[in-house]
């Protein structure tokens, strides 16, 4: 398997040098049109959008989307992969984007929890959240995600057990969708070292337990908010994306029927189309 530095070269981009390390960013549109920062859930990087960006760049808008750390392309430094390390590296990104008005932020599962905060700390730059999936609570639900978090062996057991599964999953979601060419570029991005390392320390420094402050803390929000979930969402089921929007403030809510969660890559017009016309609105 090739080095992450190898995949770098293979692949170039652009990376920013940030508090925690080197990020991965990559921008597409017109850079006066109306931005929207997405981010990604918690084992897919950047990527996930490559299907939803085309369809918002048609609409008139740009895109910024990058890797957190520990994913992707994006460094994987030795450090406590908590909830508050994303937060910071996103408030980086999102701090060094220049615009002329707020813009729209979209967090797809735990980056939907992210962007939720991101709107509480930087209030004035968000004028619309969409939350795609929104993570509620992975580890109340599982077995597996509590063994990872064991300290000691919870990071042998997601290097010997989770990644294969990881892997094995991603193969069949792929190939039911046509998408088989995302396998081998997420086995590469996985296999790397560092991302089992960056997972298990999720599980065990909660990044992915209770997000239900970060939706509470919106009630006081006037962005515009549109919850996206699909029908047969079994990683974030219905009854969750429900608990969540008794939560938000007042919001939109758009229901794709037999949706899973990669809606993302199977739904991308639909998505795109409901953030255009809640663009439209304002």
């Avoid at 910071?88 to 979209?106: C, M, N, W």
């Avoid at 990683?235 to 919001?251: E, F, I, K, N, S």
Wanted: charged share 20%; hydrophobic share 45%.
């Amino acid at each position: 398997m090739p080095t992450l530095n190898e995949l770098r070269h293979a692949i170039g981009g652009r990376y920013l040098p940030l508090g925690a390390g080197l990020t991965h960013v990559v921008e597409d549109g017109e850079k006066d049109a109306l931005a929207v920062l997405l981010l990604h859930g918690a084992t897919v990087p950047h990527w996930e959008f490559d299907r939803i960006v085309p369809h918002l760049c048609r609409n008139g808008m740009r895109t910024v989307r990058f890797d957190f750390l520990g994913h992707g392309l994006s460094d994987r430094p030795m450090v406590d992969y908590d909830f508050t390390l994303f937060l910071k590296q996103t408030l980086e990104v999102l701090d060094g984007i220049h615009a002329s008005r707020p813009l729209t932020v979209l967090g797809h599962s735990f980056g939907a929890a992210i962007a939720a905060a991101v709107a509480y700390e930087r209030p004035s730059r968000v004028q619309r959240l969409v939350l795609v999936a929104p993570l509620l609570d992975f580890m109340a639900y599982s077995f597996w995600p509590r063994v990872f978090a064991l300290p000691g062996v919870g990071r042998q057991l997601m290097r010997s057990v989770g990644l294969p599964a990881l892997e094995r999953r991603r193969q069949r979601r792929y190939a039911a969708i046509g998408a088989e060419h995302l396998t081998p570029r997420f086995i590469a991005e996985a296999r790397a070292p560092g991302y089992t390392e960056a997972l298990a320390s999720m599980f065990q420094k909660g990044a992915l337990s209770d997000q239900q402050a970060h939706y509470r803390r919106l009630g006081q929000s006037e962005c515009e908010i549109l919850v996206v979930a699909g029908s047969a969402d079994r990683v974030v089921p219905l009854r969750d994306v429900t608990r969540v929007r008794a939560l938000l403030p007042a919001h939109k809510y758009l229901e794709l029927k037999g949706a899973e969660h990669n809606l993302l890559i199977t739904h991308p017009e639909l998505v795109a189309a409901a953030v255009a016309e809640a663009q439209q609105r304002t």
